[in-house]
């Protein structure tokens, strides 16, 4: 596995432990009375809105970003990983100086707490809206166009992203519709932990993605 490789599925990982995005999906599955319905519509809107970006990108972006000698990325490449380094970094200062903000967490939880009994089409806009990955996107369409792709390869690779992205939600589906109240019991539990410990495991792998996109910058720069 390359640095690419490597710089790719952390990407995907943060963008899968990202405590927002959990929030808005556990509470999804917890606040509502179908929550197998409301999970389901809101994990269609959440793929589908992600999956249209990188369709999109494979063929307005493609390959721009791919460099001749994949171990040392193009300039303008190389200044955007440094400059998406240090931003990730300090934005990880900032939340976890930060201590959590009881009133935003009770906003969310109205939020979505109106969500799941809306109609379908206002939960997959919600899905859509607050359980995409967010600014993950820009850095994994980024790094996707440095494998130098064809246009197939490139929504292959988006499709693995999207899926490792929304995986938390779509294991929970998987459960509440084989073993439910299991499911609903573990998701409580969740719900819990993650305003605990949440913050804490996505700063350790947005950090792990700084270094990655730190080092692959200054390869860029020195190479």
Same mark, same amino acid.
């Given at each position: 596995m390359g640095?690419?490789?490597t710089?790719?599925?952390?990407?995907?990982?943060?963008?899968? %432990? $990202?405590?927002?995005?959990?929030?808005f999906? %556990?509470f &999804?599955?917890v606040?509502g009375? @179908?929550p197998l319905?409301?999970?389901?519509?809101?994990?269609? /809107?959440?793929?589908g809105?992600?999956?249209?970006?990188?369709i999109?990108?494979?063929?307005v *972006?493609?390959?721009?970003?791919a460099s $001749?000698?994949? $171990?040392?990325p193009?300039t303008w490449v190389?200044?955007?990983?440094?400059?998406?380094?240090?931003?990730?970094? !300090?934005?990880?200062i900032? %939340?976890?100086r930060?201590?959590v903000?009881? #009133?935003?967490?009770? /906003?969310?939880?109205?939020? *979505? /707490?109106k969500?799941?009994? $809306?109609?379908a089409?206002?939960?997959v806009?919600?899905g #859509?809206?607050l359980?995409?990955?967010?600014?993950?996107?820009? *850095?994994?369409?980024?790094?996707i166009s440095?494998?130098?792709?064809?246009?197939?390869e490139?929504i292959a690779?988006?499709v693995g992203?999207?899926v490792?992205?929304l995986?938390?939600?779509?294991l #929970?589906l %998987?459960m509440?519709?084989?073993?439910p109240n299991?499911a609903?019991?573990?998701?409580?539990s969740? @719900?819990g932990?993650?305003?605990?410990?949440?913050r804490?495991?996505?700063a350790? *792998?947005?950090?792990?993605l700084? &270094? !990655?996109?730190?080092r692959?910058?200054i &390869? /860029?720069?020195?190479?």
């Open positions: 640095w690419t490789d710089e790719l599925v952390l990407v995907a990982l943060a963008a899968m %432990v $990202s405590p927002t995005t959990l929030s999906s %556990v &999804a599955l606040l009375d @179908r319905r409301t999970g389901a519509w809101f994990y269609l /809107g959440a793929f809105a992600t999956l249209a970006v990188g999109v990108a494979a063929f *972006i493609g390959d721009a970003a $001749s000698e994949p $171990s040392t193009k190389a200044i955007v990983d440094i400059v998406a380094a240090v931003l990730l970094v !300090a934005y990880v900032k %939340v976890l930060r201590p903000n009881q #009133a935003r967490m009770n /906003g969310m939880i109205e939020q *979505i /707490g969500v799941a009994s $809306s109609p089409i206002a939960i806009g919600a #859509a809206t359980a995409n990955p967010g600014g993950f996107i820009p *850095i994994a369409l980024k790094t440095e494998t130098d792709p064809s246009a197939t490139y690779q988006w992203f999207t490792v992205a995986l938390p939600l779509a #929970a %998987v509440l519709a084989v073993v299991t609903k019991r573990t998701l409580e969740f @719900r932990w993650l305003e605990r410990h949440a804490t495991v996505a350790i *792998i947005v950090l792990l700084a &270094a !990655a996109l730190l692959n910058g &390869a /860029g720069l020195t190479g």
